[in-house]
């Protein structure tokens, strides 16, 4: 009589698991519904993250913001700050007093430059004529010392006593304290015979009268010593201080002639 009981039980089983199936089947789109939320959830979730991260970098940067205003403003302090804002004074009051005095030097030697050219015109008007000019031109390379009438003019001659008179204008410069010159000139033999006679005298005649007048003898505050083959204006004749000639040991400089042995010294 157990076997009736036993047909129920599986009719009630499969019946079961039927219904188990049925459910299975009404649930697979509340199921899909729910993964796909919680994918949802989690993108939401995620952004939310990365929303709050960009709120705390922007309120980072407002509050960096804020503070470099206040350093600009003088209202918020930095030591850091504070230290470079002194040494940038100081830098620009040192740069500062330094255009002064470069601008003093440059001043100063604008008026020393304009001082020697005016007395370089003054030397050539007196040692040669009135109807002659100097001019001193600045280049890259050099400085050149002109003779003028007019114009620049050239030539051997002209270019030897260009040369001869700047030697006289640096002399006279330092004496009236435009130029730094030790108030000494040495003239070896200059070619008289480019310069010529009349331009030789007359050059002579100009620093002797130059010497004259700024105290002669023992107050003039320079030394100027030319050598020269050629006589001196005669005016000149009271300041040759020795003759020397290559006929007589004698009269020669140092008495003998250098690079020869003495008699007797063999």
């Not at 599986?10 to 039927?18: T, V």
């Not at 980072?60 to 350093?71: K, T």
């Not at 015979?193 to 505050?221: C, K, V, W």
């Amino acid at each position: 009589m157990a076997l009736p009981v036993i047909a129920q039980s599986d009719q009630a089983a499969a019946s079961f698991a039927a219904d188990i199936e049925a459910i299975d089947k009404e649930l697979v789109e509340p199921r899909a519904r729910a993964i796909a939320l919680e994918k949802r959830v989690a993108e939401v979730s995620a952004k939310q993250r990365s929303s709050e991260r960009r709120i705390e970098a922007i309120e980072r940067l407002g509050r960096e913001l804020d503070r470099y205003a206040g350093l600009i403003a003088g209202t918020e302090q930095d030591a850091e700050l504070a230290r470079l804002r002194e040494t940038l004074r100081l830098e620009e009051a040192t740069q500062a007093g330094l255009a002064v005095k470069v601008q003093g030097v440059r001043s100063r030697t604008t008026e020393q430059f304009d001082r020697v050219r005016r007395l370089y015109s003054a030397v050539i008007a007196a040692a040669l004529s009135p109807d002659y000019s100097g001019e001193i031109v600045v280049t890259d390379d050099e400085i050149e010392f002109e003779i003028r009438r007019k114009a620049a003019i050239g030539g051997e001659a002209v270019e030897s006593l260009a040369v001869v008179l700047a030697d006289a204008c640096g002399l006279l410069a330092s004496v009236e304290g435009a130029a730094n010159h030790p108030g000494f000139v040495v003239h070896d033999s200059p070619r008289e015979a480019d310069l010529g006679s009349a331009l030789y005298h007359r050059f002579i005649s100009f620093m002797l009268e130059s010497h004259n007048t700024l105290g002669g003898e023992n107050q003039a505050p320079f030394q100027y010593i030319m050598t020269t083959t050629t006589p001196p204006p005669p005016e000149c004749n009271g300041v040759i201080r020795v003759h020397l000639s290559d006929d007589d040991d004698a009269r020669l400089l140092f008495k003998r002639r250098l690079g020869s042995t003495p008699s007797g010294l063999l």
